[in-house]
């Protein structure tokens, strides 16, 4: 169970007043879009003040990644800003001192929607912006994969960028986040075909129930698995049903954000704190203290998307 509840400020445009728990522990939110939110150094801030104290983002080099290579020096400065100065109060409650921005990893790479830019060149550029210093460290490729639902791309396009980008993230020695929908079964066999990289492999925003999961994880020990917002949707049993499968160190939290916002503030916009709602549900689901999922999963972000020296 959670220890206590704080109240948040998280859509100051809307005047919305958010309640999120307090897990006891800091934790991460390994897939986010920082480019996509109206206000990314409020939601850095709000996110330190919940407790989320490191933030994975996604930039994906077919749309503005110049946003977060320029951008995120400024968000994180104004994010410490707002900190050191209380400004947006949380209701009820002071900053603790030295409270102050997330850590932020990047992940880079061409989500399967924009699959037809992937050719030679956008590969290559792919592979120097990843080796390139940026504000933040280069943490894994991302997110790649397969999505049959909506296919923006032609799925042969799909297949050539998921195979291309799983090839250099063995080159490189990172850490693939994957995203599937529609397309699991399919997905399964490339990462068989191709190999899991020994860095990790994330399968992001697990939908699936755990027959599914049980698959994904038998590929490798290398193969976590991370739940977003949808873990809290009440007609997805399938997902809580899944956790009981995915052992503690090989389970991530995540936003999607701006996307897919728990309950009970499904519908609204998205952001790094609201990780928190997820663990919980996670928690609860489990039959444990919040404190230890927040914990645990830090663990896991950290040992997956740490630091490393990204192979030339």
């Given at each position: 169970?959670?220890?206590?509840?704080?109240?948040?400020?998280?859509?100051?445009?809307?005047?919305?007043?958010?309640?999120?728990?307090?897990?006891?522990?800091?934790?991460?939110?390994?897939?986010?879009?920082?480019?996509?939110?109206?206000?990314?150094?409020?939601?850095?801030?709000?996110?330190?003040?919940?407790?989320?104290?490191?933030?994975?983002?996604?930039?994906?080099?077919?749309?503005?990644?110049?946003?977060?290579?320029?951008?995120?020096?400024?968000?994180?400065?104004?994010?410490?800003?707002?900190?050191?100065?209380?400004?947006?109060?949380?209701?009820?409650?002071e900053d603790p001192a030295g409270l102050v921005p997330p850590e932020v990893r990047l992940i880079l790479g061409v989500h399967p929607h924009n699959?037809?830019?992937?050719?030679?060149?956008?590969?290559?550029?792919?592979?120097?912006?990843?080796?390139?210093?940026?504000?933040?460290?280069?943490?894994?490729?991302?997110?790649?994969?397969?999505?049959?639902?909506?296919?923006?791309?032609?799925?042969?396009?799909?297949?050539?960028?998921?195979r291309r980008q799983l090839g250099l993230a063995h080159e490189l020695g990172l850490p693939v986040t994957v995203h599937l929908r529609a397309a699991?079964?399919?997905?399964?066999a490339i990462l068989a075909e191709c190999g899991v990289p020994e860095a990790g492999c994330i399968i992001h925003c697990f939908t699936e129930g755990?027959?599914?999961?049980?698959?994904?994880?038998?590929?490798?020990?290398?193969?976590?698995?991370?739940?977003?917002?949808?873990?809290?949707?009440?007609?997805?049993?399938?997902?809580?049903?899944?956790?009981?499968?995915?052992?503690?160190?090989?389970?991530?939290?995540?936003?999607?954000?701006?996307?897919?916002?728990?309950?009970?503030?499904?519908?609204?916009?998205?952001?790094?704190?609201?990780?928190?709602?997820?663990?919980?549900?996670?928690?609860?689901?489990?039959?444990?203290?919040?404190?230890?999922?927040?914990?645990?999963?830090?663990?896991?972000?950290?040992?997956?998307?740490?630091?490393?020296?990204?192979?030339?």
């Amino acid at each position: 169970m959670a220890e206590g509840r704080d109240r948040i400020p998280t859509f100051p445009g809307s005047g919305k007043t958010v309640v999120l728990p307090r897990l006891g522990a800091p934790t991460a939110d390994t897939h986010a879009h920082l480019d996509m939110l109206a206000d990314p150094a409020g939601a850095l801030a709000r996110a330190a003040r919940a407790g989320v104290t490191l933030v994975c983002t996604v930039v994906d080099l077919t749309e503005e990644p110049e946003t977060t290579f320029d951008g995120l020096a400024g968000w994180l400065d104004e994010a410490g800003g707002i900190l050191g100065t209380s400004e947006g109060d949380t209701v009820g409650a002071e900053d603790p001192a030295g409270l102050v921005p997330p850590e932020v990893r990047l992940i880079l790479g061409v989500h399967p929607h924009n699959a037809s830019a992937y050719d030679t060149a956008m590969h290559e550029r792919l592979r120097a912006a990843a080796l390139a210093p940026h504000t933040a460290p280069v943490a894994g490729l991302g997110e790649l994969g397969l999505d049959f639902h909506y296919d923006h791309s032609p799925r042969d396009a799909q297949r050539d960028a998921f195979r291309r980008q799983l090839g250099l993230a063995h080159e490189l020695g990172l850490p693939v986040t994957v995203h599937l929908r529609a397309a699991h079964e399919e997905g399964l066999a490339i990462l068989a075909e191709c190999g899991v990289p020994e860095a990790g492999c994330i399968i992001h925003c697990f939908t699936e129930g755990p027959d599914m999961a049980e698959r994904f994880l038998a590929l490798s020990d290398a193969v976590v698995i991370s739940v977003a917002g949808p873990v809290t949707f009440a007609k997805a049993q399938q997902i809580r049903d899944a956790l009981q499968v995915v052992p503690l160190d090989r389970l991530l939290l995540e936003t999607d954000s701006p996307f897919l916002a728990p309950a009970p503030y499904r519908g609204e916009p998205n952001e790094p704190a609201f990780t928190v709602l997820n663990a919980a549900r996670v928690a609860e689901t489990l039959g444990l203290e919040a404190a230890t999922i927040a914990s645990r999963c830090m663990d896991n972000a950290r040992r997956v998307f740490g630091s490393r020296e990204v192979r030339p």
